[in-house]
């Protein structure tokens, strides 16, 4: 057969595996999303914590605690004097005065106050020392910490029934 004889072939027309690059991406974004479930249903137990009711009650009763924390007025105040860094091996040292006065801007005195200095970036290295009064609402404590930097400064004051809290960061140099 001549060339001119033959039938021409159909010859595809520009584009054509276009509709295959979709179907590719959304076969595999589909193969993700499968792994992904599977992954999460067989993986997750479903249970968040151990004692999921026991902490709900802890939490409504810190929300209960914070809203007559509110209701006192009471403003509190933080000073943290760091007195040098690390020098010769002696852990940093900080003088820490808290000050506790009422809505009326009078000083709240008879608490017993302490506080726990939590190191935010490495565990067991947290400290709870006890505040002295020193008069007009103000208690203060010399804290030697492990090592300076950054702690969270977690006070806890008390009278009777009545407990208040209060948190801050602080540096300690």
Do not use: C
């Amino acid at each position: 057969m001549s060339p001119a004889a033959r039938p021409a072939s159909p010859r595809r027309q520009r584009g054509w595996w276009y509709p295959y690059i979709y179907v590719g991406v959304f076969g595999v974004v589909l193969a993700v999303n499968l792994v992904f479930m599977y992954s999460a249903v067989h993986t997750f137990t479903g249970l968040e914590t151990e004692h999921a009711y026991e902490e709900g009650l802890e939490y409504n009763h810190m929300l209960a605690m914070a809203k007559a924390q509110q209701k006192l007025g009471w403003a509190v105040e933080a000073q943290v004097d760091p007195r040098g860094g690390l020098v010769d091996g002696v852990d940093p040292e900080a003088d820490v005065t808290v000050s506790f006065h009422d809505k009326d801007g009078k000083p709240i005195t008879g608490l017993s106050v302490e506080a726990d200095f939590i190191r935010p970036t490495s565990a067991g290295h947290d400290k709870t020392l006890a505040l002295t009064e020193r008069g007009d609402g103000r208690y203060a404590v010399l804290a030697s910490l492990p090592f300076p930097g950054q702690w969270e400064l977690h006070v806890t004051a008390r009278r009777g029934d009545l407990e208040y809290q209060y948190d801050k960061r602080i540096v300690v140099n």
